[in-house]
């Protein structure tokens, strides 16, 4: 699982802090389109997030302070709503912004 939480983090924090949102969300588009993002890797960040597997207080970190995004509350809620929107982004072909 430790594998898995770097793995997302290092997403959300290369794309996210320095990308805007629609731009980071092609961006992992492509990664997972040219195989460099793996299915296995995918399926694995999100089964972490969807299982709600993440240690307590680390979904907060990684959207608030790896990807550097502002959240209303600051509160873990939030932030899984904000992963579960991630996730939402890269599997669709709409991207709705959070």
Do not use: C, H
């Not at 290092?10 to 092609?26: H, I, M, R, S």
């Not at 299982?51 to 990684?62: I, M, S």
Request: glycine share 4%.
């Amino acid at each position: 699982m430790n594998k898995t939480i770097e793995q997302l983090k290092g997403l959300l924090a290369e794309f996210f802090k320095y990308y805007k949102y629609k731009d980071a969300v092609n961006k992992i588009k492509d990664l997972k389109t040219s195989g460099k993002l793996s299915d296995e890797v995918w399926d694995k960040i999100k089964n972490l997030i969807n299982d709600r597997d993440l240690p307590k207080g680390q979904a907060l970190n990684l959207v608030a302070f790896d990807a550097n995004l502002p959240l209303d509350e600051d509160t873990e809620d939030e932030a899984y709503k904000w992963l579960d929107l991630f996730i939402s982004n890269i599997e669709s072909n709409e991207i709705i912004e959070y």
